[in-house]
């Protein structure tokens, strides 16, 4: 029987470096990238759809049509006549990128504003995959329709994954942002932090503090990425560490996070152990910050 796997949020054109003041065009966006790198390792018995929101124009249409190429479900965009897509830019120092952003009439913006549209577009998921950006491109309205949508959702027997992948620039606040965030992993079954950026705006102390304050939220799994430090994953009160891969070559940190949730997920969700799934999701970030952009080759 199919399952499916529905991850929600923005997708943007991208701009990474390729060569000297040359760049690539390519698409990428964090849940976008979870659910390209979760399409190439999950089994055919698996359904991958993407939720989002984007223009008419011809830009958007390559877009939707790079979906549908990697094997992305698309039966669930809105398409805005009045909006497009958002781009970014990748600037690379010694593998760690920073960005400039052009985001702010992204027609994602508006994915949630019809309610039906996102109870259609949940209805039969197994997994409802989400991230702190999805709820920041989000109006508070939108939020709220977003909320309700996974609390229904899970009420039909949905799981939800979320990554709270703090952006505080996204933001009109950190209080804001630390608010809507914890009030998402509320309905999240599992939550995959960063520490370092818990850190910063929670002021966790260990990533233990940053597992303990999820599982409190009611999470039965939370998984703390730390870098190149040990990751710590929380199982329902019983709590292990797990060393980093030491040897990975980094060429370009980006999607680290992403594509360690999609390895993570693939293999959680089909029936490897909690550790089995937290070493799929290392090995698969090592290779991808192995290689330049979000989306490298995994094979």
């Not at 008419?56 to 877009?63: E, L, Q």
């Not at 989400?130 to 508070?140: E, K, M, N, R």
Request: proline share 3%.
């Amino acid at each position: 029987m199919t399952k499916r796997l529905v991850s929600i949020g923005e997708c943007m054109v991208e701009l990474a470096p390729s060569a000297a003041d040359q760049f690539k065009m390519a698409f990428s966006g964090d849940t976008l990238n979870t659910a390209w790198y979760a399409r190439r390792l999950l089994p055919a018995s698996w359904q991958v759809d993407y939720v989002t929101a984007v223009g008419t124009d011809a830009i958007s249409s390559r877009m939707v049509d790079f979906f549908a190429s990697s094997r992305i479900g698309t039966g669930h965009i809105r398409r805005e006549p009045d909006r497009t897509v958002g781009l970014y830019l990748i600037e690379l120092t010694d593998g760690e990128r920073s960005f400039a952003y052009w985001r702010s009439q992204s027609a994602a913006r508006l994915l949630a504003q019809d309610p039906a549209h996102l109870a259609q577009a949940f209805d039969g998921a197994d997994v409802l995959y989400l991230s702190g950006i999805t709820l920041a491109i989000l109006d508070a309205e939108g939020r709220k329709t977003l909320m309700a949508a996974l609390d229904a959702a899970r009420a039909n027997g949905a799981t939800v994954a979320f990554d709270p992948n703090l952006r505080p620039r996204l933001w009109p606040d950190t209080q804001t942002m630390c608010d809507a965030v914890t009030e998402a992993s509320m309905r999240a079954d599992i939550v995959l932090p960063s520490h370092e950026d818990e850190a910063s705006y929670f002021a966790d102390t260990s990533v233990e503090a940053t597992a303990k304050r999820y599982a409190a939220c009611g999470a039965g799994i939370v998984i703390v990425k730390n870098g190149s430090g040990q990751i710590l994953a929380h199982d329902t009160g019983v709590t292990t560490t797990h060393d980093p891969v030491t040897d990975a070559k980094v060429v370009d940190t980006t999607a680290a996070g992403d594509s360690f949730n999609a390895g993570f997920l693939a293999a959680y969700l089909t029936g490897g152990s909690l550790g089995d799934a937290v070493d799929a999701g290392k090995h698969l970030a090592a290779k991808v910050i192995g290689g330049h952009g979000a989306l490298v080759d995994i094979a």
